[in-house]
T-cell receptor
Framework: SQQGEEDPQALSIQEGENATMNCSYK?????LQWYRQNSGRGLVHLIL?????REKHSGRLRVTLDTSKKSSSLLITASRAADTASYFCATDARRTGGGNKLTFGTGTQLKVEL | EAQVTQNPRYLITVTGKKLTVTCSQN?????MSWYRQDPGLGLRQIYYSMNVEVTDKGDVPEGYKVSRKEKRNFPLILESPSPNQTSLYFC???????????FGNGTRLTVT
């Protein structure tokens, strides 16, 4: 089963509005990462938040992490049409047998309309 | 320009015909990984490599092989492709297994 589950699966907003996507996970993590994917293209890393951090900012992006609830949220402020993409959370956790493993969720499809 | 290069971008083949998808990175990354992306299932890891000559199975390794003879290259080999391997494949690299990944642009494979 997926470690990270995004919610909602799809989101449609107007340009200028804020978009919030949520990610829930099941096990303890080292860090949580958010990625963006334009249709059919490779994923692009947006932001990484470590397990001992609660909030992180990067430009119009704000990520929060609540390890007690095993959840994270990605907020995109003042959205633009160019933000239209799929957004994935990925959790980094210990792998059975040693080492670490990055597990991706199924993503949120964001559509920003003019 | 720092990048991960996959080839080919699109591939249509028939069941049982061996194929190789190449992946090369120019960032001197030690960690490389292959994923497949299927609707509703997200990205699932096929194989990964911590360094040259060190490879290991991911979540869905059946039907795939990899090799890591040089640091920059990490080819994905399908010895006998089957229709259930029709998917969008991504190669990725990073400094370590829990560092941000750099992805290639993907290879869309269709097996008939």
């Amino acid at each position: 089963s997926q470690q990270g589950e995004e919610d909602p699966q799809a989101l449609s907003i107007q340009e200028g509005e804020n978009a919030t996507m949520n990610c829930s996970y099941k096990t303890s993590i080292n860090n949580l990462q958010w990625y963006r994917q334009n249709s059919g293209r490779g994923l692009v890393h947006l932001i990484l938040i470590r397990s001992n951090e609660r909030e992180k900012h990067s430009g119009r992006l704000r990520v929060t992490l609540d390890t007690s609830k095993k959840s994270s949220s990605l907020l995109i402020t003042a959205s633009r049409a160019a933000d239209t993409a799929s957004y994935f959370c990925a959790t980094d956790a210990r792998r059975t047998g040693g080492g670490n493993k990055l597990t991706f969720g199924t993503g949120t499809q964001l559509k920003v309309e003019l | 320009e720092a990048q991960v290069t996959q080839n080919p971008r699109y591939l249509i083949t028939v069941t049982g015909k061996k194929l190789t998808v190449t992946c090369s990175q120019n960032m001197n990354h030690e960690y490389m990984s292959w994923y497949r992306q299927d609707p509703g299932l997200g990205l699932r890891q096929i194989y990964y490599s911590m360094n040259v000559e060190v490879t290991d199975k991911g979540d869905v390794p059946e039907g795939y092989k990899v090799s890591r003879k040089e640091k920059r290259n990490f080819p994905l080999i399908l010895e006998s492709p089957s229709p259930n391997q029709t998917s969008l494949y991504f190669c990725a690299s990073s400094w370590s297994e829990n560092s941000p990944l750099h992805f290639g642009n993907g290879t869309r494979l269709t097996v008939t």
